[in-house]
């Protein structure tokens, strides 16, 4: 089986809202570092073809972020958003803006949660509230689900590769 297949995503038709589960093997200190430390960050965010370079990370509460993703043909897609709630190691609330979409202003409000399962295992819970049932059918049609479920795949490697040092 495939890594990414270890990544469930729900997105119940009519509603606003999708839900993402995964488990990592990693304790959550370390997960929850690699969603706050730019070095881990820029490592495993976005699809294996692009490379990112942050412009913004501020993970407090009240910080804002912004990243840029560029593929191998040179076209880049910018996200953005600002932290509300910041809680090592259990949970991050942000908003998240993909600014490729049309009709930029339509961010959804995210609640991330890392949730103990073992000493060495994680659970990463997301929730992803968008205004309306059209927003987050549009999120959906932007080939998000790939992204998510490379990123998790490459931040299983980051993981690996941090547990080592």
């Known amino acids: 089986m495939a ?17 993402i589960t995964r488990e990592f093997n990693a304790p959550r200190e370390l997960v929850f570092k690699a969603y706050t430390d730019p070095q ?11 490379s990112t370079k942050i412009v913004t990370f501020e993970p407090k509460v009240g910080g804002k972020y912004r990243y840029i993703q560029r593929d191998k043909s040179g076209k880049e897609f910018a ?36 949730e103990t399962i073992s000493n060495n295992k994680c659970m990463v819970k997301s929730k992803s509230i968008f205004l309306s049932p059209e927003d987050r059918d549009g999120m959906m049609q932007s080939d998000m689900e790939k992204g998510i479920k490379e990123s998790f795949d490459r931040l299983d490697d980051v993981l690996e590769s941090e547990k080592k040092k």
């Open 79 to 114: 996200f953005h958003g600002v932290y509300h709630e910041v809680k090592s190691p259990e949970m991050i609330i942000e908003t998240f803006e993909f600014e490729g979409l049309p009709e930029n202003g339509h961010a959804a409000l995210e609640t991330v949660r890392f």
């Open 40 to 50: 881990l960050y820029t490592r495993w965010i976005g699809p294996r073809e692009v």
């Open 3 to 19: 890594a990414h297949n270890l990544t469930k995503i729900a997105a119940t038709p009519g509603k606003q809202d999708i839900l």
